[in-house]
């Protein structure tokens, strides 16, 4: 793969519709329980990061969903990628955006996170407008599905861009290759 772009793959029908349903409404449950769920000042926004500020133990009635699409995407990652050593899982999260939120532009192996080399993004839903996320340096703008799962490296500047009606519903998920610095347990 010669093209930055070619490293950006989307694969549809990454989950199922009725493992969406449940994500969907476990989220909408529990969103405002401060025990499973950060809420964002002044904006619609919620997020539950797993292992970062929350543990997988705290979403037990989901943690069978978490772990089969976390393996899923590291398998499907390293099919793509024909990566033969070992990934290690990094993080989930369960994010949703609503109006006028966004996401500025940023790569998730950031300063204190250069070990994380793989990032995806499954999409729970698409009945929103806006929320597309953006490569900036590419310039390119992906328009998510519904159930899809995009991937690319992690070392990619992105943005998500502002969500102008409706809420976005998706998990990220991150992986590395460095065994000591995988910190997400599904135990």
Same mark, same amino acid.
């Given at each position: 793969m010669s093209n930055p772009l070619d490293y950006v793959k989307e694969f549809e029908n990454f989950i199922a519709p009725d493992d969406i349903k449940r994500l969907v409404d476990y989220i909408n449950a529990n969103k405002d329980d401060r025990t499973k769920f950060r809420k964002a000042l002044r904006k619609d926004r919620w997020d539950s990061e797993v292992p970062e500020m929350f543990q997988i133990s705290q979403h037990l009635e989901i943690k069978d969903i978490l #772990?089969? =699409?976390y393996e899923k995407f590291v398998s499907t990652s390293k099919d793509?990628?024909?990566i033969e050593e070992d990934i290690y899982p990094y993080a989930i999260w369960m994010a949703v955006l609503g109006p006028t939120c966004s996401l500025v532009p940023h790569? !998730? @192996?950031? #300063? !204190?996170?250069? +070990? /994380? @080399? =793989?990032?995806?993004? /499954? +999409?729970l839903n698409d009945n929103y407008r806006g929320g597309e996320l953006h490569f900036t340096v590419l310039n390119h703008t992906h328009i998510p599905k519904a159930g899809s799962l995009i991937i690319f490296p992690s070392n990619y500047v992105h943005e998500i861009k502002e969500v102008v009606s409706g809420y976005r519903y998706a998990l990220p998920v991150w992986a590395t #290759? @460095? #065994?000591e610095k995988s910190v997400l347990r599904f135990e």
């Open positions: #772990k089969k =699409l793509f990628y024909k790569q !998730d @192996n950031h #300063k !204190d996170a250069e +070990y /994380i @080399n =793989l990032s995806g993004v /499954i +999409y #290759k @460095n #065994k």
